[in-house]
Structures are given as C-alpha cells and as structure tokens.
C-alpha cells in the first residue's frame, strides 16, 4: 500500500477521519528511491539509492531522535529492515489465506533472529494479531 492510498483511505469515515487527525499531527517520513510530492501534512522524504543507505538513513534517525520508529510499509521495505537488523518489535497480522505467490516476508533475512512473543490476540474474522520483541545479538544463542 503507498503512502497516498493509506492517506487517502484515513478520510473516509468518521473513525477514520479521527485517526487521520492524529496522524496528520505526527511526523511521517518517506522512504523513496526518487522524489516525491507528499500529500501528507508533517510529511519528508529521505532518498534511498540501495540497501545500506537505507541502513544509515534509519540508523541514524534512531540514534538521533532515541523515539520510536513505526513502519507502514510494503514487504520488501520490511525484507529490508529484516536483513539489516533495524527493527526492534515486530507486529504481525496473520490472515486466514494461503497465498501461493508473491514476496516472502522472511525470504532474504540474512542470519537467524530469534524473537520473544510479547502478545497474541484473536479477531473475530480469523485473523490473529502477534506482537514481537527481537532478542539483541549479544543476548542470543540460537
């Protein structure tokens, strides 16, 4: 989904337009290959030419800012953090289909990552909700 679907999507209806409000309020920044007109109020842009600018990009915001970092993104975004070890949670919506194609979530994930459950919830349509915690790699044995 790209960033201006979601936008647009957040205008639909009430609720929607109440969660919009919040995070129009928020800063947003884009992760792009190219520049971009951004709709979005409090929104930037950082240019990513490959796989370790991206790397640096994040790395640095974390270490500067010390907030967290959400990531509403396509798969191969987040084949990306995988591979480079920028996440520190991990929240998953599992959906009761069997997709025969398409990208692998976990596919290009380099080195093993061993993750904590941190929470677990059921919806009523069947799809479960799980919560992660990455274990640090100074901590790990797997």
Known sequence: MTRNVIYRYHLTTA???TFAARINEIEKVVLTNKEL???WRNSRQIIV???D???REVKARKQRDGKKISVES???TW???IRHELFDELRLLIHPVIAARGDKLFHDAGTACRLELLDCKRFGNGVVALHYERYRRSEMSV
């Open 74 to 76: 396509g798969v191969r």
């Open 15 to 17: 609720l929607e337009r």
């Open 37 to 39: 007109e951004l709709d």
């Open 53 to 55: 600018s991206l790397s």
């Open 79 to 81: 084949q990306s953090f």
């Open 49 to 51: 030419r490959d796989s």
